[in-house]
């Protein structure tokens, strides 16, 4: 089985900072893309950063700019700077990663338990 837990939620002002961790563990063979989406309330889930093995990433363009995702690839961890955050990026936050658990098995999806993240105005 593989789990994902998540870290680094919390209450903060506009313009202030947050660092999100994520780290993988248990029937790990390889981690292929890492991310993390948001849910904010009465909304759908979006896509806010990706970023897969070779370092390759993507952002939603409402944070472009302010947030930066990175991988620790020994670790099996992500994290999401956030920076300069706004009111409207309060959202329940949730990390996602793609993996593959044996050597040519299939490759599956898992999701954290997700993280409050509150931006006060």
């Known amino acids: 089985q593989v789990q994902l837990v998540e870290s680094g939620g919390g209450l903060v002002q506009a313009g202030g900072s947050l660092r999100l961790s994520c780290a993988a563990s248990?029937?790990?063979?390889?981690?292929?893309?890492m991310g993390w989406y948001r849910q904010a309330p009465g909304k759908q889930r979006e896509l806010v950063a990706r970023?897969?093995?070779?370092?390759?990433?993507n952002y939603a363009d409402s944070v472009k700019g302010r947030f930066t995702i990175s991988r620790d690839n020994a670790k099996n961890t992500v994290y999401l700077q956030m920076n300069s955050l706004k009111p409207e990026d309060t959202a329940v936050y949730y990390c996602?990663?793609?993996?593959?658990?044996?050597?040519?098995?299939?490759?599956?999806?898992?999701w954290g338990q997700g993280t409050q993240v509150t931006v006060s105005s």
């Open positions: 970023i897969i093995s070779t370092g390759y990433t």
């Open positions: 248990g029937s790990i063979f390889n981690i292929n893309a």
């Open positions: 996602n990663a793609a993996i593959k658990s044996a050597p040519g098995g299939r490759t599956y999806d898992y």
